[in-house]
C-alpha cells in the first residue's frame, strides 16, 4: 500500500484537495450564495484528485527509462507495480474522476463540464507522452494543469456572475481570489519544474529528452529559475500592495513565509551545483507553495472584508 501511495504523490494529492477545501470553506461559499453545495463539492474534490492521481501514475508509466537514474529508490512500476496494473488503475482512476465530475456538471444543469474534464485529462496524458520533452512547453503545460485545480472552482458557480445589470460583489471578490492564488500556483509550480528537470538532467540525457537545462546548460538554467523567483516576487509584493493595503498581520505572514524564503531560494540557486542542494530547494519550493495554501486561512480571519471591496472596486 505505501508503494502504491508512493506512485499516486499521495501528499501531492492531500494538497490539491486541501487547497480546493479552504477555498470553498473560506473563501466561496461565506461569499458566494449561488455556488454549489457542500455535498456536491466533495465529488468536485474528489474527481479532481483522481483524475490527478491518473495523471500521476501515467507520468510515472512513461518515465520508467530515466527514473532508473534519477530515482531508482522511487522506480515502483515493473518492480513493486507491474505496468499493466499501472495502466488498469490509470484508466481506473481517470475515469472515475472524469465520472464524478460530469455528475456534478449534470446535477446543476452544466452538462458540458466533462468536457473540461475530459480535457484535462487529455492534456494531463498529452503532457506525459509527447510535450513533456519539449523544452519550456513542457513546464508551462504542466504548470498550468496545476492551476486549473482552483480555476476550474469557476465552473461549478450555478449563476452567472452578472445578475442582471448589477454586479454580484461577493462573486466577484471569490474570482479575485481564485486568479490570484491559480497565478502564484502557475508562478511557484514553473519555477519547481525547471529545478525538477535540473535535478534529473542525467537521466533525461540518457532518455534523448531534451529539457531545458540539456539545451542552455545548468548554470544558465539557474539564471532563469531565479529570474522566474524573483518574477514571483514582484508579482505577490503587487497583490500585496493592490489588495492588502493596510492588512499588517497577513503582510507580516506573506513576509515570513513567502517573500523571505523566496529571496533565500534566489540567492542558494544562484549558486547550486549538485543533485542534492537542487532536492533541497524543489522541496523549499513546495514548503513554500504549502504555506500560500495556508494563507487562505489567514486571510479569512484577518483580512477587513469592507476594506477590501473598496479596493477593488
Not at 527509462?65 to 490509470?90: C, E, M, V, W
Not at 485529462?121 to 485545480?149: D, E, Q, R, T, W
Request: hydrophobic share 55%.
Amino acid at each position: 500500500m505505501s508503494k502504491f501511495l508512493q506512485l499516486v504523490r499521495f501528499p501531492n494529492l492531500v494538497m490539491i484537495a486541501l487547497t480546493q477545501f479552504l477555498f470553498y470553506v473560506y473563501w466561496i461559499a461565506p461569499f458566494d450564495d449561488s455556488y454549489i453545495s457542500s455535498k456536491l463539492f466533495i465529488f468536485v474534490v474528489l474527481a479532481t484528485v483522481f483524475i490527478a492521481a491518473g495523471g500521476n501514475i501515467i507520468n510515472d508509466i512513461f518515465d520508467v527509462q530515466t527514473d532508473r537514474i534519477n530515482k531508482p529508490h522511487k522506480l515502483f512500476i515493473g518492480t513493486h507495480i507491474s505496468k499493466k496494473s499501472a495502466y488498469f488503475y490509470y484508466f481506473l482512476f481517470t475515469f472515475v474522476g472524469i465520472g464524478l465530475g460530469s455528475y456534478v456538471g449534470f446535477v446543476i444543469g452544466k452538462s458540458w463540464i466533462s468536457l473540461v474534464f475530459v480535457g484535462i485529462s487529455a492534456l494531463l496524458f498529452l503532457y506525459s507522452s509527447h510535450v513533456k520533452g519539449i523544452p519550456v512547453l513542457g513546464n508551462v503545460l504542466v504548470s498550468l494543469l496545476v492551476s486549473s485545480s482552483l480555476l476550474i472552482l469557476i465552473v461549478f458557480d450555478t449563476e452567472p456572475t452578472m445578475r442582471g445589470k448589477h454586479l454580484n460583489l461577493f462573486n466577484a471578490f471569490s474570482l479575485v481570489a481564485i486568479y490570484v492564488y491559480a497565478s502564484f500556483a502557475f508562478l511557484m509550480n514553473l519555477t519547481r519544474e525547471i529545478v525538477k528537470d535540473i535535478e534529473d538532467i542525467n537521466g533525461d540525457f540518457n532518455a534523448n529528452i531534451t529539457t531545458l537545462p540539456i539545451v542552455l546548460g545548468r548554470n544558465r538554467v539557474n539564471k532563469i529559475v531565479a529570474a522566474l523567483a524573483g518574477i514571483t516576487i514582484l508579482f505577490t509584493l503587487y497583490c500585496i500592495s493592490e489588495y492588502l493595503q493596510g492588512q499588517t498581520v497577513i503582510t507580516i505572514y506573506i513576509l515570513l513565509t513567502i517573500l523571505l524564503p523566496l529571496l533565500y531560494f534566489i540567492v542558494k540557486i544562484w549558486q547550486a551545483d549538485t543533485k542534492r542542494e537542487y532536492q533541497v530547494l524543489s522541496l523549499l519550493l513546495k514548503l513554500i507553495m504549502l504555506f500560500g495554501i495556508l494563507s487562505t486561512v489567514v486571510y479569512y480571519y484577518f483580512i477587513e472584508l469592507e476594506t477590501f471591496q473598496y479596493i477593488l472596486f
